[in-house]
C-alpha cells in the first residue's frame, strides 16, 4: 500500500509521487514509461545524533559520550547502536568528532557495518549539496545520484568495497576533524583493500560485479586524496586506467543498473575530460557505448552533451594530425573539414542547450552582485573583474548550464583556432587557388575566427561568474569538484587565446581560486585535471 507506514514496497520514486509501483526489477514500469530515474527498492537509513544538542555544539563542547544511532525510512524510534561513535579530547587539545577514536574500533572499522556507516552518513554530508542531502528535487529529476549515495544503507556482499570504503570514509573524517591518527589508520584499510581488490578481479564470479568495479573507482580516489604525490599518484593513474578496463570487459549493457550506471558516469566524465586535453578517443565513443547503459534509464541534458564531447575530442585530434610534410591544398581541404564537423557540434549543443531551457519553468539562472573576493579586484581603480555572480534554481541546473558553457567554449575555442590557420593557407594559396565556392575568402576567416574568438570568452566568463554560487558552503565539495576541470579548462583556453595579454587580471583571478580549491582538496591541480 502506497503511503502506509511500513507496508509500502514500491520503489522510491513511485512512493515520492504516490502512485502504485508494479515493483518491476531493475527498474519499475511505471519509471520506464515516464522517462524518469527509478531509485529502486532499498530505504535510505538516516543517521540521528541523540541527545539535546547539535553535532556542532558536541563538537564545540567535547560532551563525552555523543552517540549516532540510526533508524529506517518509517521508523519512529530511535535505537542506540552498541557501536556508536564516541567524542572526546583525548590527546589533542581541540575537540575533535571522533576524537582519538578507541584503536580497537578503528582496527574493525571495515568490518563493522555501523560504524562504517556512520562515518558514510558524515562523509555524505560534508560531500552533497544541501539540496541532494534534503531530497528536495523534482519527482521527474532524471538526475543518477553519485554510486556512494547509492551504497548508502545498503547490503554490500564485497569485504574488498568494505574495507575500501572504510578507508575513504575514515580519512576524510580524520582530515575533516584534524584527526591524524584516524587518518594513518585508513593507511590499514587501504592496504587491506588493496589485497581484497585483487582477489576479486582474480576470482571469476567477482571479476565484473558493480561492486568490484565500486571499489576499484573508491580506491583511486582515495589514492587521488591522500596520495598526491610520487608513487600515490602513479598507483591512482594505474588504477583508474584499471577501473576503465574492468568497465570495457564488463559491457556496455552491463552499465545500465543503477549502481553500474552511476559508476560508468563517473569515469566516463573523466575519460572525456582526458580525450579533450590529450586530444585522444577511448572505447567509449563507440557506438554501443551510446545507447547500451542507458537501456532503462532516459539520459540527462548532461549525458547528451557529454556525447557530444566525444565527437568533438574526434575533431581536435583531426586538427592536431595535420602535419607540415602535407601539401597546402591538402591542408586546406582537412581545415574545412573541421570547421564543418565542429559547426554541427556547435548546432547540436545549442539544441540541448534549448531543450533545457524548455523543460525548466523560468530562467535557467540569474545575475547577481558579485560578494566573493578575491586579491585581483580593485575597488578603487579596475573594480571587481566580474561584477557580476549568476545564480542557478538548484545544483543540477547549474552543472548543466557550466557543462554547456565549457562545452561551448571548447568548439568556439576550435573554429577561432582553424579559421585563424585557413586564414593563414589562404593568403599563400590566393583566393584563385581555393577551389572551394563554398570556402570562405581570407577576410571572411580572419572576422570568423576574431568572432569565435569573443565566443568562447563569452563562455569562459559565463563560468567565472558561476563560481561564487559553486563554491558556496551549501555545495559541500561537490560543487568545488565539479567546477575544478571546467575553471582549468578557462585558464588554459584563455592563456592560449588571441590576445591573451590583455586577459591577464582574469587568468589571475582564475589561478587564485583554482589555488583556493587546491588547498581545500590537498591535492595539486596538475595531477587532477
Not at 547539535?54 to 530511535?78: C, F, N, Y
Not at 569485504?159 to 584534524?178: C, Q, S, T, W
Not at 589508520?185 to 576470482?203: C, E, F, H, P, T
Not at 573594480?383 to 545544483?395: D, L, Y
Request: proline fraction near 6%; glycine fraction near 6%; charge should be positive.
Amino acid at each position: 500500500m502506497v503511503g502506509v507506514p511500513g507496508r509500502s514496497k514500491g520503489c522510491n520514486t513511485c512512493i515520492q509521487r504516490k502512485i502504485k509501483c508494479d515493483q518491476e526489477t531493475p527498474l519499475c514500469g511505471n519509471c520506464r514509461k515516464s522517462n524518469r530515474l527509478c531509485t529502486g527498492y532499498k530505504r535510505k537509513l538516516g543517521y540521528i545524533w541523540v541527545g539535546e544538542s547539535s553535532p556542532s555544539e558536541l563538537i564545540e563542547s567535547g560532551v563525552q559520550d555523543a552517540t549516532i544511532t540510526h533508524q529506517g525510512r518509517w521508523k519512529r524510534g530511535m535505537r542506540p547502536s552498541t557501536s556508536a561513535l564516541t567524542v572526546y579530547h583525548g590527546n589533542n587539545p581541540a575537540p575533535s568528532l571522533v576524537g582519538s577514536l578507541p584503536l580497537y574500533l578503528c582496527r574493525c572499522l571495515s568490518l563493522n557495518p555501523i560504524l562504517r556507516e556512520q562515518f558514510h552518513y558524515l562523509f555524505l554530508h560534508d560531500h552533497l549539496p544541501a539540496e541532494i542531502r534534503n531530497n528536495v528535487q523534482p519527482s521527474n529529476s532524471i538526475i543518477t545520484p553519485n554510486y556512494l549515495v547509492l551504497l548508502q544503507g545498503s547490503v554490500i556482499q564485497s569485504p574488498a568495497l568494505e574495507a575500501i570504503l572504510a578507508a575513504f570514509f575514515a580519512a576524510h573524517v580524520g582530515r575533516k576533524n584534524n584527526d591524524m591518527k584516524l587518518v594513518h589508520q585508513s593507511r590499514s584499510m587501504y592496504v587491506k583493500g588493496l589485497a581484497l581488490l585483487q582477489k576479486a578481479i582474480d576470482n571469476p564470479r567477482t571479476r565484473l560485479s558493480d561492486e568490484t568495479l565500486a571499489a576499484c573507482r573508491t580506491l583511486y580516489l582515495y589514492e587521488l586524496l591522500e596520495c598526491p604525490r610520487g608513487s600515490g599518484r602513479n598507483a591512482y593513474i594505474s588504477h583508474q586506467r584499471g577501473a576503465m578496463e574492468l568497465l570495457r570487459l564488463r559491457g556496455p549493457e552491463a552499465s545500465s543498473s543503477p549502481l553500474g550506471h552511476s559508476i560508468f558516469l563517473g569515469l566516463r566524465g573523466q575519460a572525456i575530460i582526458e580525450g579533450l586535453s590529450a586530444h585522444t578517443t577511448s572505447f567509449l565513443s563507440d557506438p554501443e557505448w551510446f545507447e547500451g547503459p542507458w537501456k532503462f534509464i532516459p539520459k540527462s541534458p548532461i549525458d547528451k552533451l557529454q556525447d557530444l564531447l566525444f565527437d568533438l575530442s574526434s575533431t581536435f585530434r583531426q586538427l592536431q594530425l595535420i602535419s607540415p610534410g602535407m601539401q597546402p591544398h591538402e591542408v586546406h581541404h582537412e581545415l574545412r573539414s573541421i570547421v564543418a564537423n565542429a559547426l554541427e557540434v556547435e548546432t547540436r549543443f545549442t539544441t540541448v542547450y534549448n531543450d533545457l531551457q524548455s523543460s525548466v519553468s523560468g530562467p535557467l539562472y540569474w545575475p547577481e552582485l558579485s560578494t566573493i573576493q578575491s586579491p585581483v579586484d580593485d575597488e578603487v581603480n579596475l573594480g571587481k573583474v566580474f561584477p557580476i555572480s549568476f545564480q542557478f534554481p538548484t545544483f543540477f541546473i547549474a552543472k548543466s548550464c557550466t557543462t554547456y558553457w565549457s562545452s561551448s567554449m571548447a568548439v568556439h575555442f576550435l573554429l577561432s583556432k582553424t579559421y585563424r590557420k585557413l586564414a593563414l593557407i589562404e593568403s599563400f594559396l590566393g583566393p584563385r587557388s581555393v577551389n572551394d565556392t563554398a570556402a570562405p575568402t581570407l577576410s571572411s576567416s580572419a572576422h570568423l575566427s576574431s568572432e569565435h574568438n569573443d565566443k568562447f570568452r563569452a563562455m569562459a566568463k559565463n563560468i567565472c561568474q558561476s563560481v561564487e554560487y559553486l563554491l558556496a558552503e551549501d555545495m559541500g565539495d561537490v560543487g568545488p569538484l565539479n567546477l575544478l576541470p571546467q575553471l582549468r579548462g578557462c585558464r588554459n583556453t584563455l592563456q592560449e587565446s588571441a590576445g591573451s595579454a590583455s586577459l591577464s587580471r582574469e587568468i589571475r583571478w582564475i589561478d587564485g581560486f583554482l589555488e583556493q580549491i587546491q588547498n581545500r582538496f590537498s591535492f595539486p591541480i596538475n595531477s587532477v585535471v
